[in-house]
């Protein structure tokens, strides 16, 4: 059956199909070359977008382990403590309010005797343009996360006197109720 059909294709009476395939060949292989050339920012800005999120991500576990360290070179510096690690966890991560703006938009109308209304409400996002030509949200106001316990592991975990050290220290640094927060003796 194949064979038949590309012996009948190459036939001379067949030229004009010939031609028509031949034109279907080149405005698929030209819509595949164009396509390509057509579309790219499409793609740059699909694959440019994950690491903006990632990078907020990141910039917060960043600061929770910032926080950390310097809380556990501030409570190793407690006469007694030794050295001290620090686990700080959070209720709620960092939040960001943006400017939106909001546009309404009523029509009454009347048709046969009956008044007929609509109200349409579109919210979009105020954008900043910064000097390069990129775009970010307007930021009204940030909340930081916060602490909700915390767990002190040092070496003079076992002196009573140390542990109510660090147990107030961390109480002072973090507003953080005496019952969540635990401090243990480093083996």
Same mark, same amino acid.
């Given at each position: 059956m194949?064979k ?5 294709m ?15 060949l ?52 407690? !006469? #007694?403590? /030794? +050295?001290?690690? $620090?686990?700080?966890?959070f209720s709620? &991560?960092?939040q ?16 046969s ?27 009204l ?5 916060k602490v909700e316990?915390?767990v002190?592991?040092? !070496? #003079?975990? /076992? +002196?009573?006197? $140390? ?5 107030? &220290?961390a ?17």
């Amino acid at each position: 059956m194949q064979k038949d059909f590309w012996r009948n294709m190459f036939r001379l009476e067949n030229r004009k199909m010939r031609n028509n395939a031949l034109l279907a060949l080149m405005a698929g292989i030209l819509l595949l070359v164009a396509g390509n050339s057509l579309f790219p920012s499409e793609k740059k800005e699909q694959a440019e977008a994950p690491p903006a999120e990632e990078s907020e991500e990141s910039h917060s576990n960043k600061k929770e382990a910032d926080l950390e360290q310097r809380m556990a070179q501030i409570l190793s510096r407690i !006469e #007694g403590a /030794g +050295n001290v690690e $620090v686990m700080l966890t959070f209720s709620m &991560a960092e939040q960001k309010v943006v400017a939106q703006e909001e546009k309404r938009e009523e029509s009454r109308g009347e048709e046969s005797g009956r008044v007929s209304e609509s109200l349409r409400t579109e919210t979009s996002v105020v954008m900043l343009e910064d000097g390069r030509g990129s775009f970010s949200p307007l930021v009204l106001s940030e909340a930081s996360p916060k602490v909700e316990g915390v767990v002190i592991v040092a !070496e #003079g975990g /076992g +002196n009573p006197a $140390v542990c109510a050290s660090l147990n107030s &220290a961390a109480q002072a640094l973090l507003d953080v109720p005496a019952h969540k927060i635990a401090v243990l003796k480093m083996k």
